[in-house]
């Protein structure tokens, strides 16, 4: 290592410095080339990373490359120039066995005509979606928020990219693009000559190999002077209807729209009410009268009929709220057919004074 990148690294990677967008395009694969280099990575990355930081890369999709090369040793894209000679435009090399499972250290040899003198190759790792998924929760902290193939991105801005170019200073990159876009599509590229349609289409067959990821760091913060959520998932609040509220461990999401389709599927498709109980942890206090605790009772969504009740945890997480009851009686007039109750586990809630009572708690909530 010389010296000027050692000075960068003690610069920007000492773990003093956090960041809260970190970057990784086309390079990531490296960092798996074995054991060491990826657990030094993931060190590094929980060392940098900020509560609620965020961690872009763009690498090949290893699932994908491994179907290409299976029971062969290479994967070729060609293309056909105006002379009608055949040209590598990429090509994959396998150095790992079709026997081995999915793990870090995966060799393939890539040759990209773009980037490289013919014949030189770049040594890559593959980069597994389930395995980086696990990894990146389990050693850096970091949830996925989003991740797809740049072939279904290709075809998801197709009809954008065809339409009408953009105005402005981004037209001239609009265009381009919509020439990409038309070289790929059959009734639109007859102003194209062969060899220009041949490369167009085997750069989109090397890139819709990649896949995109958007990981979110966790926020870690302090809950113990300030926690309102037993170990079994308990709400604690001073009045007595806590004792009869939970939220659901196991149905936690980050996605709220999952959360309210899949409750409105029990609610026989009408549409509910969804109230937040959003907690928040507040890094300073104004004075010494103020809680550490912030809870918030807000309504989100205006429904039709009933009412479900979501708790925000601090780290951006929801929770569905039950009450634990008896299981309601099947002739009340105020629940549609279907609706399962699941036992005394009450999750969609049609007593108007239950959320009043909840409002009200919440407005008059203090720390303790």
Request: hydrophobic content about 35%; some cysteine.
């Amino acid at each position: 290592m010389n010296d000027n990148n050692k000075n960068l690294i003690e610069k920007y990677l000492n773990g003093k410095k956090k960041y809260n967008v970190i970057n990784c395009q086309f390079s990531f694969h490296y960092y798996l080339s074995n054991s060491i280099s990826w657990d030094n990575f993931c060190k590094n990355l929980k060392s940098v990373a900020d509560n609620n930081a965020y961690l872009l890369i763009t690498t090949f999709d290893g699932d994908l490359i491994r179907k290409k090369l299976e029971n062969k040793s290479k994967y070729t894209i060609s293309y056909t120039d105006n002379s009608g000679k055949n040209n590598i435009f990429a090509e994959i090399s396998k150095f790992y066995s079709d026997k081995d499972k999915n793990d870090i250290g995966m060799a393939i040899d890539v040759y990209n005509s773009l980037i490289s003198e013919n014949g030189v190759t770049n040594k890559e790792f593959l980069v597994f979606p389930d395995l980086l998924i696990s990894d990146m929760s389990s050693k850096c902290d970091m949830e996925l928020v989003e991740t797809d193939t740049f072939v279904n991105l290709f075809d998801y801005y197709r009809n954008f990219f065809l339409g009408d170019a953009l105005e402005g200073k981004n037209r001239r990159k609009h265009e381009n693009i919509q020439k990409f876009y038309k070289k790929n599509t059959r009734s639109l590229n007859n102003k194209f000559s062969e060899e220009e349609i041949e490369i167009a289409k085997a750069s989109l067959e090397f890139s819709s190999l990649n896949r995109y990821y958007v990981f979110k760091k966790r926020a870690v913060v302090d809950l113990e002077p300030s926690r309102i959520v037993g170990i079994a998932g308990e709400l604690h609040l001073p009045e007595e209807l806590s004792n009869k509220i939970k939220i659901d461990l196991d149905l936690k999401n980050n996605d709220i729209n999952k959360i309210y389709s899949h409750f409105r599927k029990l609610n026989a498709g009408i549409s509910l009410n969804v109230w937040i109980i959003r907690h928040e942890i507040l890094k300073e206090k104004q004075n010494e009268f103020d809680n550490k605790t912030r809870l918030d009772f807000i309504q989100k969504k205006k429904g039709d009929k009933g009412n479900i009740i979501l708790y925000k945890s601090p780290e951006n997480i929801f929770y569905p709220v039950y009450f634990i009851e008896g299981v309601q009686q099947a002739h009340s007039s105020d629940i549609p057919s279907g609706i399962n109750m699941n036992g005394k586990k009450k999750y969609i809630i049609f007593e108007k004074d239950k959320i009043e009572e909840l409002d009200r708690i919440i407005k008059n909530y203090q720390s303790y």
